[in-house]
């Protein structure tokens, strides 16, 4: 597509379910990023795939957090027995393959999360 | 523990004028730096990288130093307009994970005709 899409663009869950936010990043793009974001501060990293898999999840906070890209295109991030400290806005990311070169991410608009 | 920091009161200048942003780091030996322009409900969208050999880029009214030793980079929005008020965000790439990139609180920028 044109451009990075996140669907959906708000979720509001109870403490304790399970969410799904899905990213559909620009075609062609190989390396695709998730972060989140708290109201005042930057991104946050959470982890990145190179194709369909994990270059780096140093950044998931513990083991209630998934992320996957099975097809190397679309990816989901999977968060289990949501906590009230999960809210926030959480970012999907695309680029061409970067590695030693620059690589510059484009965004979606993110989908905000919140956890009542 | 590392560290980036950029100026979290919001920077307000009149039209016309030079904006000048901070970005400050510690603990990092990043191979480049990037900036990002993030306006309300949006994510951030790429403006400049510079990489740890270079000194200066410059982009239409943009300009960008990058100084190692200090661990600093200087962010200038020269000729300012009301419609470059935003958050600007500095992100460091380490080189040991390109991918990993680490951004600052950002500094809002407010231009007033």
């Known amino acids: 597509g044109a451009g990075v899409s996140q669907t959906p663009s708000n979720k509001v869950t109870e403490k304790g379910k399970y969410v799904e936010l899905r990213c559909d990043p620009i075609?062609?793009?190989?390396?695709l990023y998730w972060y989140r974001q708290s109201l005042g501060q930057g991104p946050e990293f959470l982890i990145y795939f190179q194709g369909t898999g994990a270059a780096d999840d140093s950044g998931l906070p513990n083991d209630r957090f998934f992320a996957v890209r099975p097809e190397g295109s679309v990816s989901t991030l999977k968060i289990q027995r949501t906590e009230r400290g999960d809210s926030a806005v959480y970012l999907c990311?695309?680029?061409?393959?970067?590695?030693?070169?620059?690589?510059?991410?484009?965004f979606g608009a993110g989908s905000r999360l919140t956890v009542l | 523990s590392q560290k980036i920091e950029q100026n979290s009161e919001a920077l307000n200048i009149q039209e016309g004028k030079t904006a000048t942003l901070t970005c400050n780091y510690t603990?990092?030996?990043?191979?480049?730096l990037q900036w990002y322009r993030q306006d309300p409900g949006r994510g951030p969208v790429f403006l400049l990288l510079?990489?740890?050999?270079?000194k200066e880029k410059r982009k239409e009214r943009l300009k960008v130093t990058f100084d190692t030793t200090l661990k600093q980079s200087l962010f200038h929005i020269t000729a300012s307009q009301p419609a470059d008020s935003a958050t600007y965000l500095c992100a460091l790439v380490p080189t040991d994970s390109w991918g990993k990139l680490q951004f600052g609180a950002g500094t809002q920028v407010v231009v007033t005709p």
């Open positions: 990311a695309s680029s061409q393959e970067g590695g030693a070169g620059a690589n510059v991410l484009t």
């Open positions: 510079i990489r740890e050999n270079e």
């Open positions: 075609s062609g793009h190989t390396a």
């Open positions: 603990n990092y030996s990043p191979a480049y």
